[in-house]
């Protein structure tokens, strides 16, 4: 059975950072496309980024050049690096990977922005 957890979240000042970490059990992603998502209370869950198997990267308007989506295809893992965080990116961000019949989800992790 796919599995996809991610872990990293917390609480975190207005400028500050975080890494999340998503690693997948079950089956090999290697030349899968893997994304972040984010959903605020009450909102739609937005895509934040993306990432190619072969690595190229695409981002949500709102935090270009201030995340940055990397994977580690030898660790079937995919992370999310967060700078200058600030409170709107307050959300539960999931992890997603798109694969030729289906998607696939994590559970989710808090991220808390706030002063």
């Avoid at 975080?18 to 079950?26: E, F, H, I, V």
């Avoid at 009450?42 to 308007?61: C, E, F, H, M, P």
Wanted: contains cysteine; positive net charge.
């Amino acid at each position: 059975q796919v599995q996809l957890v991610e872990s990293g979240g917390g609480l975190v000042q207005p400028g500050g950072s975080l890494r999340l970490s998503c690693a997948a059990s079950g089956t090999i992603f290697t030349y899968y496309n893997m994304a972040w998502h984010r959903q605020a209370p009450g909102k739609q869950r937005d895509l934040v980024a993306s990432i190619t198997g072969g690595g190229r990267t695409n981002y949500a308007d709102s935090v270009k050049g201030r995340f940055k989506i990397s994977r580690d295809n030898a660790k079937n893992t995919v992370y999310l690096q967060m700078n200058s965080l600030k409170p709107e990116d307050t959300a539960v961000y999931y992890c997603n990977v798109q694969a030729p019949t289906r998607d696939y989800w994590g559970q989710g992790t808090q991220v808390t922005v706030s002063s």
